[in-house]
């Protein structure tokens, strides 16, 4: 992936913008999934449960647990710590 801001030229700032248009235009096809209600009160039983997760990982945890989704993701590290959270990774 191009940084457009540590671009050395004009013609990397323009393939940056080019990826960055494609990967837009790929992601809006894809549902967005928000932190609602049943997602904080299973937040709040991940916290009560002293599980060992950043906040914001801990948010999208509890977004996939409370509506039955697989959590695409390569950070297998951390998620795995959330016991019935199905994980996976497609990047291998």
Partial sequence: ???????????DVVKGYEIMVRLISDFKVLPLVS???GAATTFDQLQSQRTQLAKMDARIAAIA?????????????????VSGLLIEDWTV
């Fill in 1 to 11: 992936m191009l940084n457009i801001n540590r671009a050395r030229n004009l013609d």
């Fill in 35 to 37: 932190f609602d209600a």
């Fill in 65 to 81: 647990l409370f509506r039955e989704l697989i959590l695409l993701t390569r950070n297998h590290r951390d998620f795995s710590k």
